[in-house]
């Protein structure tokens, strides 16, 4: 399945790309979201979202629909056709 992403802040820089589009299994995680991330754009992206297997204190994800947003931690499942902001806190 294909989920969206959209990178803001410095994570734009460790990927090179603001958005992007990834194919994950269908029992899918927002952690297989970021090694999908990881594996297309390069290994520096995966330690600027995850500490281990938790999203960083600095990090926050977002599921974003039309009518809602969804905060997300590493272990949530995600779903084909959504589309997930990841960005830093200031």
Known sequence: MIVEVRLEGALVARA??????????EDATL??????????Y???????????????SDTIAVRESH??????????TVS????VRFQMRA
């Open 16 to 25: 090179g790309a603001r958005r992007a589009r990834v194919a994950v299994p």
């Open 31 to 40: 952690e297989d979201v970021v090694s999908a991330l990881a594996d297309e």
């Open 42 to 56: 390069g290994p520096q992206v995966r330690p600027a979202i995850l500490e281990a297997d938790r999203l960083r």
């Open 67 to 76: 009518d809602s947003q969804e905060r997300l931690s590493s272990n949530s």
């Open 80 to 83: 084909g056709g959504d589309t």
